[in-house]
């Protein structure tokens, strides 16, 4: 196998390594997001509101009901009272007035009930309304949440699925290249931040952007087993 053909594979191993750790790292980040935390609280704010807004409702749809039922009752008293009243039975001034002061005594008693029952009904409707603008706001902050939950799986799968992809084609450069080549570009990958070789390109250095001299340059253009290292950076100059 050419040593050229073979620095070219090892260059291209490097490209394939140096951008499947970059998507690792952006992964990572995708995965330790805290972004939609934000989101999620508002949420739950938002349900707590309707539930205690549900429970006062409830409370005092009950209060209602207690208060027809004082008013059944008050009712049927007075009607009572009523018929004994005009029944003709009762002859006794002194117990037709004390008759009469009973029946507008369960009148005023009946006022006052039907009073809290109407302030009850519209207490009612007014947090009925409150709850039907909490349940939208709780609809449209369930939507976006869902919506941005989706598009950081959708992300984060792509995303896996090229460090995949690059992981293979790694394993198979790495499989084309020589094990000593492979083991000296292991030993310098630390030193060198991941970038052992570098292009030549329109006479420069393709990591530092050095002019390269000529020497370096003809000595690149010759190729073989030993790539000269650029005289800015130290990396291994390749011409592809
Ligand atoms: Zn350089």
Redesign the pocket.
């Known amino acids: 196998m050419s040593k050229d053909q073979e620095l070219k594979w090892l260059y291209q191993y490097q490209e394939v390594r140096r951008r499947q750790s970059k998507l690792e790292k952006e992964l990572e980040e995708l995965l330790a997001d805290h972004s939609l935390i934000p989101l999620a609280n508002k949420l739950t704010l938002v349900a707590g509101k309707m539930a205690s807004c549900q429970e006062a409702i409830s409370n005092r749809r009950k209060e209602m009901k207690r208060w027809e039922e004082e008013r059944t009752k008050l009712r049927y008293h007075r009607e009572e009272s009523e018929k004994d009243l005009y029944g003709g039975k009762i002859t006794s001034p002194k117990e037709l007035t004390q008759l009469e002061k009973k029946i507008a005594e369960y009148r005023q008693a009946e006022e006052r009930v039907e009073e809290g029952i109407l302030q009850a009904m519209y207490d009612v409707e007014e947090m009925e309304k409150k709850l039907a603008g909490l349940g939208k706001e709780e609809a449209g902050l369930k939507e976006e949440l869902a919506k941005r939950r989706a598009g950081l799986e959708a992300k984060r799968s792509a995303l896996q699925k090229e460090v995949a992809a690059l992981q293979k084609e790694g394993e198979r450069l790495a499989g084309l290249v020589s094990p000593e080549w492979k083991e000296r570009f292991e030993r310098l990958r630390e030193r060198m931040n991941g970038v052992v070789l570098?292009p030549v390109k329109d006479k420069t250095?393709?990591?530092?952007?050095?002019l390269v001299s000529a020497g370096i340059l003809e000595k690149a253009r010759r190729g073989g087993a030993a790539p000269p290292g650029?005289?800015?950076?130290?990396?291994l100059?390749v011409v592809l």
Do not use: F
Not at 230 to 235: D, F, L, M, T
């Open positions: 570098a250095c393709g990591h530092c952007h050095v650029c005289e800015n950076c130290g990396r100059l």
